[in-house]
């Protein structure tokens, strides 16, 4: 079955420089990646997709990369700031019917940004 | 602005009650899922639906059911509440595009005592 894994559970890191995010997938490639943002005691929020043709996606100071061949999305955060501070879920569609399809997701990186 | 609504931030209830968690959506989509959150284990889909009074069982179906009689509302049934069913739920809907991005409602907490 599909697997979907965030290496990292926390990321602390100084307001300024780039945060990465990684997400790994088992099994056969997702048509697409999709990023989410969760905030404490809120749902998630979308925030980018990216699809399995594309290399990258950008999106204000929002990058996310598409390998294949890795098996993996990395998410960056440039410049970032403490409003950034937020739990970041990587998700992927796992069953194909037209435009229908349930998402996997993974279990979400804490990111904190220090001042 | 685009909305999903649940009926609740917060409930308490006991074992063995029967629970109603509500969901609306405002969007006109088509799909609707629950799922619950818990810490370590991230997001897991209990229900989802793809059209009214259609349902398909998510990875965690057990003790739950659902009901979807409009296409607004996806109603989450827990019918007899036990204390491993303490967690936040979570609805989303998403509508036919190809980007099937996900509209989450704020969650309801929900103490099992």
């Known amino acids: 079955s599909q697997k979907i894994e965030q290496n990292s559970e926390a990321l602390n890191i100084q307001e300024g420089k780039t945060a990465t995010l990684t997400c790994n997938y088992t099994n056969y490639s997702p048509a697409y990646l999709q990023w989410y943002r969760q905030d404490p005691g809120r749902g998630p929020v979308f925030l980018l997709l990216i699809r399995e043709n594309e290399k990258e996606k950008r999106k204000e100071r929002l990058k996310v990369t598409f390998d294949t061949t890795l098996k993996q999305s990395l998410f960056h955060i440039t410049a970032s700031q403490p409003a950034d501070s937020a739990t970041y879920l990587c998700a992927l569609l796992w069953n194909y019917g037209g435009s229908q399809g349930n998402l996997i997701f993974g279990k979400g990186t804490k990111l904190s940004v220090k001042p | 602005d685009v909305k999903v609504t649940q009926s609740s931030r917060y409930l308490v209830k006991r074992t063995g009650e029967k629970v109603f968690l509500e969901c609306v959506q405002d969007m006109d989509h088509e799909n609707m899922f629950w799922y619950r959150q818990d810490p370590g284990l991230g997001l897991r889909l209990i229900y989802f639906?793809?059209?009214?009074?259609?349902?398909e069982k998510g990875d965690i179906p057990e003790g739950y059911s659902v009901s979807r009689e409009k296409k607004e509302r996806f109603s989450l049934i827990l019918e007899s509440a036990s204390t491993n069913q303490t967690s936040m739920y979570l609805c989303a809907s998403s509508g036919l595009h190809e980007n099937n991005e996900q509209f989450f409602g704020p969650g309801t907490r929900l103490t099992v005592l």
């Open positions: 639906s793809y059209d009214v009074k259609m349902k």
